[in-house]
């Protein structure tokens, strides 16, 4: 048996493979923000055993634990190094923690670079390395998958945030434009500013990333011009990537991307590519990621079976 935990800011999920990494059962629960990381502790101290004696008859003993965690960590130590949105993780030894509750070894990775790992191995990056994974939603990451390495972690404290590229000197970083967050507070700024919009008609909470996109394929300026301005603010980003590392697919996921093909997709392969370096520009292959709410738990039980990050 293997084990795959997500921890997430909203959400807590843990799920039990078979030896040959296919998923058979998973739990969740929604994360009490008010009970902070100790909370989320005790709920896995809870449900970690309980599903390692219901599940040890089907799938065997269990041979290791890998986690995608929501946040900053120190990938050769399994700690945490803080939380941007619950309380509670600063320098916290999950590994330490699970290994010492399951007797089993444990291994932390951050949650894009986790769920990169699950894309590279069991979806839409199967077999093609290098490979980059983007996940767009509140906020932009990214993790890069290396042939025989697995995630590539950097000096140790993660690699690959995309997110946090500068769009010029001094400027907002990619995130502040190219996420769902960044593209609802860029469009509800202009309406703050007096644009007029189909926008206006609401609430400023109902000011989303769906509606700025119906807006957007209504034909409405204002939620046309915060779309493309998110896109290629990634499609910057992205295009850095190229340079540097040049993978050979570019894989997108998170909440954003499921606005679709059309909307989203298509046009952010036309941004990478016009802002790629010109050599690179005919090598870049976007896709959309094919896990879902699962791809971290495919990418933490990978990352089990992998047995730990190995330096590039």
Same mark, same amino acid.
């Given at each position: 048996?293997?084990?795959?935990?997500?921890?997430?800011?909203?959400?807590?999920?843990?799920?039990?493979?078979?030896?040959?990494?296919?998923?058979?059962?998973?739990?969740?629960?929604?994360?009490?923000?008010?009970?902070?990381?100790?909370?989320? =502790?005790?709920?896995?101290?809870?449900?970690?055993?309980?599903?390692?004696?219901? /599940?040890? *008859?089907?799938?065997?003993?269990?041979?290791?634990?890998?986690?995608?965690?929501?946040?900053?960590?120190?990938?050769?130590?399994?700690?945490?190094?803080?939380?941007?949105?619950?309380?509670?993780?600063?320098?916290?030894?999950?590994? *330490?923690?699970?290994? @010492?509750?399951?007797?089993?070894?444990?291994?932390?990775?951050? @949650?894009?670079?986790?769920?990169?790992?699950?894309?590279?191995?069991?979806?839409?990056?199967?077999?093609? =390395?290098?490979?980059?994974?983007?996940?767009?939603?509140?906020?932009?990451?990214?993790?890069?998958?290396?042939?025989?390495?697995?995630?590539?972690?950097?000096? *140790?404290?993660?690699?690959?945030?995309?997110?946090?590229?500068?769009?010029?000197?001094?400027?907002?970083?990619?995130?502040?434009?190219?996420?769902?967050?960044?593209?609802? =507070?860029?469009?509800?700024?202009?309406?703050?500013?007096?644009?007029?919009?189909?926008?206006?008609?609401?609430?400023?909470?109902?000011?989303?990333?769906?509606?700025?996109?119906?807006?957007?394929?209504?034909?409405?300026?204002?939620?046309?011009?915060?779309?493309?301005?998110?896109?290629?603010?990634?499609? /910057?980003?992205?295009?850095?990537?190229?340079?540097?590392?040049?993978?050979?697919?570019?894989?997108?996921?998170?909440?954003?991307?499921?606005?679709?093909?059309?909307?989203?997709?298509?046009?952010?392969?036309?941004?990478?590519? =016009?802002?790629? /370096?010109?050599?690179?520009?005919?090598?870049? @292959?976007?896709?959309?990621?094919?896990?879902?709410?699962?791809?971290?738990?495919?990418?933490?039980?990978?990352?089990?079976?992998?047995?730990? /990050?190995?330096?590039?």
């Amino acid at each position: 048996m293997w084990m795959g935990v997500e921890i997430g800011g909203t959400k807590l999920q843990v799920a039990v493979a078979n030896d040959a990494g296919e998923i058979g059962e998973i739990w969740r629960a929604t994360v009490d923000a008010g009970r902070g990381g100790e909370g989320i =502790r005790h709920r896995l101290a809870q449900e970690i055993p309980s599903l390692i004696a219901r /599940f040890s *008859g089907q799938f065997g003993t269990i041979k290791a634990i890998g986690v995608g965690y929501g946040g900053p960590v120190d990938s050769a130590t399994g700690t945490t190094i803080c939380s941007h949105q619950i309380h509670g993780w600063e320098n916290i030894p999950l590994a *330490g923690f699970l290994a @010492d509750m399951a007797k089993v070894p444990c291994v932390v990775g951050n @949650d894009a670079d986790v769920a990169g790992l699950g894309e590279a191995e069991r979806g839409a990056g199967r077999g093609v =390395r290098p490979m980059f994974y983007t996940t767009v939603g509140s906020g932009i990451g990214g993790g890069l998958i290396l042939e025989g390495v697995g995630i590539h972690p950097g000096a *140790g404290l993660g690699s690959a945030e995309v997110g946090h590229l500068r769009l010029s000197p001094g400027g907002p970083i990619v995130e502040e434009i190219g996420s769902g967050w960044g593209m609802q =507070r860029q469009a509800r700024k202009a309406l703050d500013a007096g644009e007029t919009s189909i926008l206006s008609q609401g609430k400023p909470e109902e000011v989303t990333v769906p509606a700025i996109a119906k807006a957007a394929q209504a034909g409405d300026a204002l939620a046309k011009r915060v779309l493309q301005d998110g896109i290629d603010a990634l499609g /910057f980003g992205l295009a850095q990537v190229m340079a540097i590392a040049c993978p050979k697919r570019l894989v997108v996921g998170g909440g954003v991307s499921l606005l679709g093909e059309e909307t989203y997709l298509a046009p952010l392969r036309e941004s990478v590519r =016009r802002q790629t /370096f010109a050599p690179y520009a005919h090598l870049v @292959d976007l896709l959309g990621a094919e896990l879902g709410e699962e791809v971290v738990l495919h990418g933490a039980i990978a990352l089990a079976m992998l047995g730990r /990050f190995q330096a590039g």
